[in-house]
């Protein structure tokens, strides 16, 4: 075997050499990638209030009360389960409900420090599987309010029956989109006020290729019986992350109240959540 010869073999060993170890690596770095994307897929999913995933947040709010309440506070724990249920080859419902869990300290009134079970809200939403020609996503249904409340002064002591619907649209990184409900009582305690409530909730989020979430919303509500609003603008920061084969998302936000009823919330609260993720 002559020089070049033996110069071409060594050649073609070395990038046999090459090609073995580098092959697995490459293979490694796009497993890696996959699994990048499915997991920003699946931080884009949390941002649709209707998505076809089962998850599980854990909602908790803290927020201070002024006037004649001034140096009270609310704890208020949100379990929050949503559930989407194949219907058909085209159409899911998807449940939403959400469980509070209250303890109000600080009030002047003592009767109003309690602490317990709150009204139950749960709301089914009846929604296309594929989003429309223009790539809207929507869905509407009915909303029921459960008066659960383990206390007179933690719920209305009213049955609540209403209409509710979604839109929203997604592009890249970007959900935008528009959350509403209607709520009339339709039974209860004749001693307590009627219910006749609307509730509005624009939100905007984006998406990082971190699967960190930026969002801002707000969760204005407007009592026509008294009229008046409620409206507290919620800016967050969430986080996906594993714990094990467990998937989950960290929230947390900063609350402020542009307005509200009298002896109502004021000023800065604040919002964290723990989402328990479970995909298909």
């Known amino acids: 075997m002559n020089f070049s010869e033996k110069t071409r073999h060594c050649r073609i060993l070395a990038a046999a050499l090459s090609l073995a170890v580098l ?3 490459g293979i490694a770095v796009a497993q890696e990638n996959t699994a990048t994307d499915q997991a920003v897929e699946l931080a884009k999913k949390l941002a649709n209030p209707i998505a076809s995933l089962i998850s599980v947040p854990l909602q908790y709010n803290y927020d201070e009360y002024g006037e004649e309440n001034e140096g009270a506070a609310a704890h208020v724990l949100n379990i929050q389960p949503v559930i989407p249920l194949s219907l058909n080859d085209d159409w899911n419902m998807i449940t939403r409900t959400i469980v509070p ?29 594929a989003p429309t020609a223009g790539g809207w996503i929507w869905g509407a249904g009915p909303v029921e309010l459960l008066p659960a409340a383990t206390d007179d002064m933690l719920g ?125």
């Open 23 to 25: 092959s697995p690596m």
């Open 101 to 129: 869990l209250i303890d109000r300290q600080d009030f002047p009134l003592d009767t109003m420090n309690e602490s317990g079970l709150g009204d139950v809200v749960a709301s089914q939403f009846f929604s296309p599987k």
């Open 156 to 280: 209305s002591e009213q049955w609540g029956i209403g209409p509710t619907a979604v839109a929203l649209k997604q592009s890249g990184p970007w959900t935008v989109g528009f959350l509403t409900n209607h709520i009339w009582s339709v039974a209860g305690d004749d001693d307590r006020d009627d219910i006749n409530a609307t509730f509005l909730q624009p939100f905007v989020s984006y998406v990082t290729t971190t699967k960190t979430t930026f969002s801002l919303t707000t969760e204005a509500t407007y009592d026509w019986e008294n009229e008046q609003w409620s409206v507290p603008v919620i800016a967050q920061v969430a986080q996906l992350f594993k714990i094990g084969p467990q998937i989950l998302q960290l929230a947390v936000g900063a609350k402020y109240w542009a307005e509200s009823p009298d002896s109502g919330q004021e000023d800065w609260g604040l919002r964290i959540q723990l989402t328990f993720l479970f995909p298909k």
